[in-house]
């Protein structure tokens, strides 16, 4: 395949907009893509126009390599990109776009890599089955529905074409969100002792979770991955000043480790909830938006010794610019890893997630799991979203030897 039809491949997923779901455009044009190459793929649809696609290479027998990424993307202000969101758009070695960094450029990579191993009838002794999602950045509703669907079975390894650039992640926090809603009673703000005030009960609640997770999360640390971890990004209440609010409500990300994860978690929440409803006058409510489990693979699987042996050269011959080494350098210092790090692949742990919470429900601690996907990470869920295109041309190259290797 020439290098203009690979852009090309990188240019259609592009110019869907998948930043609310609607995947199924962009799964169809997937799977004509695979047919003209003689490959065949099955959409697996969902309600509100999600679509996942699976396909397969090779023997159809063990060992089994699954290679994933999703279709969607964040939502975008549009009003704020100095370009087209929609069109791939190349300046200064970088391409810029809605998902070119996550993750339509990690997705192109694994679909060109598979359409030139078949093309080039490369034998493999097993299988590399290609499935792609719907709704990850949402409630990763198409993961757990393939995953009930036996999409990992007798699957031997999980590769997960995020963005991380040249590192590999093997293992990744879990993540409970949380919706609290306060229910008070309104008054005019001159006799407060007549109403209830909802944000006032609110802020006293997240006061205390936020002691006891931290204290929690404190007392049990994870060696890999860290600490469990709160915030409260969204809150609202209140119509106006002289108003007491009747009704306030708070959402909040927690990022957890296997050590305090998700149901202790939630029983915290739940305990303090009941105990703080008892002692006030109004009422808390919670909802669990989200809630998928941190997953720890193997730093020194199979999988990632041959990503590990067959990237390196190409971390060697790779190219930094200035503004990228002192980006590295304030890395380093805030999260102790150094994305432009010229000289090592690291192998660590990281705080986001992946569709690998719900595809190895099964399998969350010890799986052969590697996440490794061209693009820095740092780029990614921003206006002007930009990918190294070096890069992206040079990841093709590894997981065409990657799936080779492991497979051969």
């Given at each position: 395949m020439q290098r203009a039809e690979?852009?090309?491949i990188y240019e259609k997923l592009v110019a869907f907009d998948t930043s609310h779901g609607h995947e199924r455009p962009a799964a169809l044009y997937v799977q004509t893509l695979l047919q003209t190459h003689g490959i065949a793929s099955q959409i697996i649809p969902m309600a509100d126009d999600h679509a996942n696609l699976v396909a397969e290479l090779g023997t159809?027998?063990?060992?089994?390599?699954?290679?994933?990424?999703?279709?969607?993307?964040?939502?975008?202000?549009?009003?704020e990109w100095e370009t087209d969101p929609f069109v791939l758009t190349s300046k200064h070695g970088q391409v810029y776009g809605s998902g070119v960094t996550d993750m339509k450029?990690?997705?192109?990579a694994l679909l060109i890599a598979m359409i030139e191993l078949h093309d080039a009838q490369v034998p493999l002794a097993g299988t590399l089955r290609l499935v792609l999602t719907a709704d990850e950045e949402g409630q990763m509703s198409g993961?757990?529905?393939?995953q009930s669907e036996q999409v990992m079975k007798q699957a031997d390894a999980l590769l997960i074409a995020e963005p991380t650039g040249y590192r590999v992640v093997y293992a990744n926090k879990g993540e409970v969100d949380l919706r609290i809603t306060a229910q008070g009673r309104a008054a005019h703000s001159s006799r407060p002792n007549f109403g209830i005030n909802a944000i006032q009960n609110l802020m006293d609640f997240l006061e205390l979770t936020k002691q006891r997770i931290e204290s929690q999360a404190k007392a049990h640390p994870d060696a890999v991955l860290g600490q469990t971890t709160s915030t409260v990004d969204i809150f609202r209440g209140g119509i106006q000043i002289n108003s007491i609010p009747a009704q306030a409500e708070a959402e909040l990300n927690l990022r957890v480790v296997p050590a305090y994860a998700n149901q202790a978690v939630l029983a915290d929440f739940k305990q303090l909830l009941s105990k703080f409803n008892a002692e006030h006058a109004g009422e808390l409510q919670l909802e669990v938006l989200m809630n998928i489990p941190p997953v720890i693979g193997e730093a020194t699987s199979p999988l990632i010794e041959d990503i590990l042996q067959i990237a390196t050269p190409y971390l060697k011959n790779s190219q930094y610019n200035e503004a990228e080494l002192k980006l590295g350098q304030h890395m380093q210092e805030k999260q102790g890893f150094n994305p432009f790090d010229p000289d090592e692949i690291v192998v660590?742990?990281?705080s986001g997630g992946t569709d690998g919470s719900e595809l190895l429900q099964e399998h969350l601690q010890g799986f052969p799991y590697a996440v490794f996907g061209p693009g820095n990470p740092i780029k990614m869920h921003q206006s002007n979203e930009s990918a190294d295109l070096a890069m992206w041309f040079d990841y093709i190259e590894i997981y065409k030897e990657l799936f080779q290797r492991y497979l051969g």
């Open positions: 690979k852009l090309k159809g027998q063990a060992p089994v390599l699954v290679a994933s990424g999703h279709l969607d993307t964040v939502a975008i202000a549009q009003e450029g990690g997705v192109a993961s757990r529905y393939l660590m742990g990281a």
